[in-house]
């Protein structure tokens, strides 16, 4: 788990509350994305940066902002949250998102409650 | 757009005998095809993956998967499983050079292996 980090493991929030996920890899990587995981669903892209670039934005509402400062570190900026927004949220990263047969390394991942 | 089912919510089975996790997808063009497994209070670990080559794959912990391109499945089996395998499986799937994006990658929703003792 040391080669993807993400910080807090644990998050309890209130919807007007503003707070941010991190997320650092240790792999050398250029490519990092974040997911949405909720129990018996599948896991949901959110955003997709390729050398610090944002490549993809599946309509993820605009109270979920990421921010990509450098290729080692990922943050999802969180405000006026729903309930329905709790959920586990990965990170992850790879070799360039361009070559497509590259795995994914994730992280433990922060488990958000909204309140 | 591809997309990925895994039929099975849950398998059980017992420790020393065969499992088999099954998937099958959906893509218009070829497909990448990737399993992860995700152990309690962790990230997805990545198993194994077929890109092309060999339809039977080999990867970790002594899992393997057969890529069947005529039922469009990607089984993941063990011939002997352990009670140390117990965990929620994921398979992805990749559509290359079909519509839409060759790097969007869409998970099935898991299927939750508990092999007892």
């Known amino acids: 788990e040391t080669g993807v980090t993400q910080t807090p493991r644990h998050l309890v929030m209130g919807m007007t509350n503003k707070k941010s996920l991190k997320c650092e890899q240790h792999l050398g990587h250029n490519a990092m994305y974040w997911y949405k995981q909720s129990a018996k669903k599948p896991l949901e892209l959110m955003f997709v940066?390729?050398?610090?670039?944002?490549?993809e934005n599946n309509s993820v509402p605009s109270r979920f902002s990421p921010e990509c400062p450098n290729s080692s570190h990922l943050f999802l900026h969180l405000h006026t949250l729903q309930p329905e927004d709790s959920a586990l949220y990965l990170c992850?990263?790879?070799?360039?998102?361009?070559?497509?047969?590259?795995?994914?390394?994730f992280g433990p991942g922060t488990r958000l409650t909204v309140l | 757009a591809q997309s990925v089912a895994q039929p099975e919510d849950q398998v059980n089975v017992a420790e020393g005998n065969p499992l088999t996790v099954k998937c099958t997808y959906s893509v218009s063009g070829n497909p990448y095809l990737f399993w992860y497994v995700q152990y309690p209070n962790r990230g997805l670990q990545f198993l194994l993956k077929y890109i092309t080559g060999d339809n039977l794959v080999k990867g970790s912990y002594g899992f393997e998967a057969e890529f069947n391109k005529s039922q469009t499945s990607f089984h993941l089996k063990k011939p002997s499983a352990l009670v140390s395998d117990s965990a929620l499986y994921f398979c992805a799937v990749r559509d290359i050079g079909g519509q839409g994006n060759n790097n969007d990658m869409r998970f099935g929703a898991g299927t939750r292996l508990t092999v007892k003792p």
């Open positions: 992850a990263s790879s070799l360039s998102s361009g070559s497509s047969y590259n795995e994914q390394f």
């Open positions: 940066y390729n050398f610090k670039e944002q490549t």
